[in-house]
């Protein structure tokens, strides 16, 4: 990939990222819920390993914030209880599963439905971003809740390529 093939992609993670930011600031404003933090980041991928090995090792070079909530022994059953459910249809199961994220039904009860719900733009946006790319899909499950990028009331999505791991996060102030 070239310079400007990597600053354009650059483009597209803040483009995505600013999407996220501004449904978390309507949800602060049309439920009763606090929006929190939603975000689409990348972390490390070593292509030897398989997708549970990466999350693993990611949390892992993270490992002192756990520490801090959890003794080393807890920290070690975390890492056991971590959960990967591949979606299939991504785009259909994605737009369902996030609908909520993106508060479409509040939407639709206040406005009607006039146009694009924000879970499919959502899914339109992530699918254009990662077109070109060989892609799997997951829903990050864990037992114990609670990841370094999130608070106690999340969903997250994994998209791994063949080079990448994108993490698409949806949290809710707690």
């Not at 990222?17 to 449904?23: D, E, T, V, Y």
């Not at 999340?154 to 063949?162: C, G, I, P």
Request: glycine content about 6%; proline content about 1%; hydrophobic content about 35%.
């Amino acid at each position: 990939m070239g310079k400007s093939d990597t600053h354009a992609k650059e483009l597209e993670v803040y483009y995505i990222c600013g999407f996220l930011n501004a449904i978390s600031s309507l949800k602060d404003v049309i439920t009763p819920d606090l929006g929190g933090q939603n975000q689409f980041f990348t972390i490390p991928k070593d292509e030897t390993k398989s997708i549970h090995e990466n999350i693993i090792e990611y949390l892992k070079q993270n490992q002192k914030y756990y520490l801090q909530f959890l003794d080393q022994e807890g920290f070690e059953k975390k890492l056991t209880e971590i959960d990967l459910a591949v979606l299939f249809d991504w785009e259909i199961e994605l737009s369902k599963q996030v609908a909520t994220w993106t508060s479409d039904q509040d939407l639709v009860a206040s406005f009607g439905h006039n146009g694009t719900l924000l879970s499919d733009r959502l899914v339109k946006l992530l699918s254009d971003f990662l077109k070109d790319e060989r892609l799997y899909v997951y829903k990050l499950r864990s037992k114990t809740a609670g990841w370094h990028w999130a608070g106690q009331i999340s969903d997250d999505y994994v998209f791994e390529t063949k080079s990448v791991i994108h993490i698409l996060h949806f949290g809710e102030s707690s």
